[in-house]
Nanobody, 126 residues
Framework: QVQLVESGGGLVQAGGSLRLSCAAS????????MGWFRQAPGKEREFVAA????????TYSDSVKGRFTISRDNAKKTVYLQMNSLKPEDTAVYYC???????????????????WGQGTQVTVSS
């Protein structure tokens, strides 16, 4: 069983930056496909970004492309989401998720991930 713990959320003004972290408790982290998702109040969960274990494949949603960067440090069993040029519409609870290597072709689909963190709130004020 892998536990994922997100951190780094908070309140920031529009145009500002935040870096989210997601630490895995155990497991063969360096083999997992890792993703970030978010859910705003009253809305469905949506995909943000994901990358494969080898960082051979990285994908972003159109809404964050060019502003957000996902990365990972396998030695630290941590995945990051650097968020720049934040907008009020980025306000949401952000979740990290882990799945097996095999989900790489579907890594924008939350249903294929096995493990989820508890989420961290990001609020962007206008």
């Amino acid at each position: 069983q892998v536990q994922l713990v997100e951190s780094g959320g908070g309140l920031v003004q529009a145009g500002g930056s935040l870096r989210l972290s997601c630490a895995a408790s155990e497991g063969t982290f360096n083999t997992y496909t890792m993703g970030w998702f978010r859910q705003a109040p009253g809305k469905e969960r949506e995909f943000v970004a994901a990358l494969t274990w080898s960082v051979g494949s990285v994908t972003y949603s159109d809404s964050v492309k060019g502003r957000f960067t996902i990365s990972r440090d396998n030695a630290k069993k941590t995945v990051y989401l650097q968020m720049n040029s934040l907008k009020p519409e980025d306000t949401a609870v952000y979740y990290c998720a882990a799945g097996p290597q095999s989900i790489a072709p579907m890594m924008s689909r939350g249903r294929y991930y096995n493990y989820w963190g508890q989420g961290t709130q990001v609020t962007v004020s206008s």
